[in-house]
């Protein structure tokens, strides 16, 4: 499974930014997909995850009523919109694909929102 974002930039406070991730290579054995990202300085942390059959979704606690995750099942591409950016939220975003145990990882996209 390849991964490639796109979608980052600079946004000031208070502004939106639509990250996508589009898969391809063996997209049917995808169980999960979502978002991570990292800070300077800190660990890797889980934003948001969405299951590719039901689409049932998991939102870290920073982020919940901020960001919504989606899918496109017929374009193997799931979306971030995020609204509200914080200064905090200033990370390389990662998407990933869980196929059984193993984690596939994109390239990464830098997110800065200035204050």
């Known amino acids: 499974v390849q991964l490639v974002e796109s979608g980052g930039g600079f946004v000031q406070a208070g502004g939106s930014l639509r990250l996508s991730c589009a898969a391809s290579?063996?997209?049917?054995?995808?169980?999960?997909m979502g978002w991570y990202r990292q800070a300077p300085g800190k660990q890797r942390e889980l934003v948001a995850v969405?299951?590719?059959?039901?689409?049932?979704?998991i939102y870290a606690d920073s982020v919940k009523a901020r960001f919504t995750i989606s899918r496109d099942n017929a374009k193997n591409t799931i979306y971030l919109q995020m609204n509200s950016l914080k200064p905090e939220d200033t990370a390389v975003y990662y998407c990933?694909?869980?196929?059984?145990?193993?984690?596939?990882w994109g390239q990464g996209t830098q997110v800065t929102v200035s204050s």
């Open positions: 990933y694909a869980r196929v059984l145990i193993q984690l596939h």
């Open positions: 290579g063996s997209t049917s054995s995808i169980n999960t």
């Open positions: 969405i299951t590719t059959q039901s689409g049932s979704t």
